[in-house]
């Protein structure tokens, strides 16, 4: 599994690379460290050689940490890139010049109404068809949870993440989120017998679901530990779950990001008030 780790020396960026050694199989890592330098002002010259090789430098040391942590946590560490300027920029020009399967970070997130990933994390997200892990807290490792609703997106975040992803002796979830009946058309929401109706269609379509996944489990002997059919807005409902069960990681999928839909997904949703680590296949 290629993986392009990037950090900027935090704690919460070398907290990814902790925690995804946990899930990794295979992972041979690769990591860019951008010293930014697009928050300086005009009157500080960056074409100086002495600031070039100053931040080379900074990049350097962190990079140095970031192989030792690496081999330390048992992944095989490939090669280090240094970039001096926009952080977004540099980042998304390694992921054009080179074919990664995963790429890794960490999110300080925001509070009050700006709550969300981050200003790189989101960007970096929303502007690549790589699959991307982010993390924001510590955590346990321990347990996963398939968000699961049925479509190609959701089978093919499932089959990556079985796939690439170490989960044997986890506690594996599986979680349906269906929208309430009683949020359809008034009309139809006034007949309780056409109510019972699709709610008992929306449970089975829900339980083959969760087969699907189940099956495709057992594929790499595999169990899911517990599942649930929940019922409102998917993405609060997921949330809410993780936090209650104390989910360590979410794995969800999402459409193509050339399609411009993330924006409005599930999956950002998630991202922006889930506790728990987030792996997104697209």
């Known amino acids: 599994m290629n993986v392009l780790f990037c950090t900027d020396g935090s704690e919460i960026s070398f907290r990814a690379l902790r925690n995804f050694s946990k899930w990794a199989r295979n992972a041979e890592i690769d990591a860019i460290c951008v010293v930014d330098w697009s928050f300086l002002p005009d009157s500080v010259a960056i074409e100086d050689s002495r600031f070039e090789t100053s931040c080379a430098n900074v990049a350097g040391s962190i990079l ?9 946590l048992g992944m095989t560490f ?7 300027g926009e952080t977004v920029s540099g980042i998304l020009e390694q992921v054009q ?7 890794l970070m960490g999110s300080h997130g925001k509070k009050g109404l700006q709550r969300w990933l981050g200003s790189v994390s989101r960007d970096i997200v929303n502007n690549v068809d790589t699959a991307t892990y982010i993390t924001k807290n510590k955590n346990e490792c321990k347990k996963v949870l398939f968000a699961a609703d049925g479509s190609s997106n959701s089978r093919f975040a499932a089959s990556e ?6 989960l044997t002796d986890k506690e594996i979830y599986i979680v349906i989120v269906l929208e309430s009946p009683n949020l359809l058309f008034l009309e139809g929401a ?12 929306q449970h089975k379509y829900a339980t083959r679901i969760i087969l699907e996944v189940q099956d495709k489990l057992k594929q790499y002997n ?3 530990d517990k599942f649930a059919i929940l019922q409102g807005n998917p993405a609060e409902k997921i949330s809410e779950f993780a936090k209650k069960e104390e989910i360590d990681l979410i794995i969800t999928g999402t459409r193509h990001s050339a399609q411009k839909r993330f924006s409005g997904s599930v999956s950002k949703r998630i991202l922006e008030i889930a506790p728990s680590d987030v792996a997104i296949f697209k």
Do not use: G, H, P
């Open 64 to 72: 140095e940490k970031v192989e030792f942590e690496t081999e330390e």
């Open 78 to 84: 490939r090669d280090k890139i240094r970039y001096c």
């Open 97 to 103: 010049d080179k074919k990664y399967d995963l790429i």
């Open 161 to 166: 993440a079985i796939k690439y992803l170490n």
């Open 190 to 201: 006034l007949d309780s017998r056409w109510l019972m109706e699709i709610e008992e269609q």
């Open 222 to 224: 595999l169990k899911a």
